[in-house]
Antibody, heavy 122, light 107 residues
Framework: QVQLQESGPGLVKPSQTLSLTCSVS??????????WNWIRQPAGKALEWIGR???????DYNPSLKSRVTMSVDASKNQFSLELSSVTAADTAIYYC??????????????WGQGTLVTVSS | DIQMTQSPSSLSASVGDRVTLTCRAS??????LNWYQQKAGKAPKLLMS???NLHSGVPSRFTGSRSGTDFTLTISSLQPEDSATYYC?????????FGGGTKVDIK
């Protein structure tokens, strides 16, 4: 079954850019009806959807973060990435990548990475 | 944005109890409601999609239902491995939104 794995720095300084990559294995990022998502979770809090990207690079972002978010995809490496600019302590969270399946009647996040903790601190 | 409100925020029940979790949407989401289970220190896992479709491998003691904009997740006979936080999530429209979660503890 498909596996997702986040990677990137665990510590980012305030005002800098957070950069994460999600590597997809046991399945092509370009096949099937999927979007590739980023979701985050501050400690002890609920999940927040950041945005998604298709295999051809079409993106949708959460309006609450849109001005600071950029997502990209590298199908040749079976990876997709997140950049979040101008970070503050409020961006400290576990960041998950996840696959979003869709068809004519169903839409859901069926596979998730294990998550990576990103701390914003000087 | 569609707001998702879960209740209760936490509950404690005994093994074998029937447990009901509720999720309310701020507007119509038809049947586009998914449930996820998150155990401590782990990533969420898909439990159920489109209100009541069990994901592969999920025990049949989990059921889902809908009444208008109110959705319920029922565990018919609570097991020790069901200790977790449960989140609902709407897929009706973007941005995708999650409820605040219900933490289920075993007495």
């Amino acid at each position: 079954q498909v596996q997702l794995q986040e990677s990137g720095p665990g510590l980012v300084k305030p005002s800098q850019t957070l950069s994460l990559t999600c590597s997809v294995s046991a399945g092509s990022i370009s096949s099937g009806s999927y979007y590739w998502n980023w979701i985050r979770q501050p400690a002890g809090k609920a999940l927040e959807w950041i945005g998604r990207i298709s295999a051809i690079g079409s993106t949708d972002y959460n309006p609450s973060l849109k001005s600071r978010v950029t997502m990209s995809v590298d199908a040749s490496k079976n990876q997709f990435s997140l950049e979040l600019s101008s970070v503050t302590a409020a961006d400290t969270a576990i960041y998950y990548c996840a696959r979003y399946y869709y068809d004519s009647s169903a839409f859901y996040l069926d596979y998730w990475g294990q998550g990576t903790l990103v701390t914003v601190s000087s | 944005d569609i707001q998702m409100t879960q209740s209760p925020s936490s509950l404690s029940a005994s093994v074998g109890d029937r447990v009901t979790l509720t999720c309310r949407a701020s507007q119509s989401i038809t049947r586009h409601l998914n449930w996820y289970q998150q155990k401590a220190g782990k990533a969420p896992k898909l439990l159920m999609s489109v209100t009541s479709n069990l994901h592969s491998g999920v025990p049949s003691r989990f059921t889902g239902s809908r009444s208008g904009t109110d959705f319920t997740l029922t565990i018919s006979s609570l097991q020790p491995e069901d200790s977790a936080t449960y989140y609902c999530q709407q897929s009706q429209s973007l941005p995708l939104t999650f409820g605040g979660g219900t933490k289920v503890d075993i007495k």
